[in-house]
C-alpha cells in the first residue's frame, strides 16, 4: 500500500507546477488569485498531508519501534502546527494590508 500511494504521489506532484504556471499567467492578466491559484494552494496542501500519511505506512512497513512512530508523530505535528501558525500569520497580515489600503485617502 504505503509503495502505492507513494508512486501515486510523486505522480500527482508532477501536476502541481502546471496549476502554478496557470495561476502565475492568470495573475498577471488579472492582477488577483484565480481558481487556479486557489487550486495550487490547496491541491498542494492535500499532497502535503498525503505524504505526511505516507510516511507513517513506511513506518509501519519498515516494523519502526514505537519510539520511531512517537518520534515521527511528534515531528509531523509539530510542523502541522507551525504551517498553520505560518498560514494564519500571513492570512493577518495580507487582511491588515488591505485595510489599509482600503482606508488610505
Do not use: D
Not at 70 to 90: K, S
Request: overall charge positive.
Amino acid at each position: 500500500m504505503h509503495t502505492i500511494f507513494g508512486t501515486v504521489i510523486v505522480c500527482l506532484f508532477f501536476v502541481q507546477p502546471l496549476l502554478g504556471l496557470l495561476h502565475h499567467r492568470q495573475y498577471l492578466k488579472l492582477g488577483k488569485r484565480s481558481y487556479f491559484g486557489l487550486g495550487h494552494i490547496w491541491y498542494g496542501r492535500i499532497l502535503i498531508i498525503c505524504g505526511v500519511i505516507n510516511g507513517g505506512l513506511g513506518l509501519q512497513l519498515a516494523a519502526n519501534s514505537s519510539n520511531g512512530n512517537i518520534a515521527y508523530g511528534v515531528v509531523a505535528g509539530a510542523m502541522f502546527v507551525l504551517y498553520i501558525v505560518v498560514i494564519l500569520i500571513t492570512g493577518l497580515k495580507k487582511r491588515n494590508t488591505k485595510k489599509s489600503e482600503v482606508s488610505s485617502p
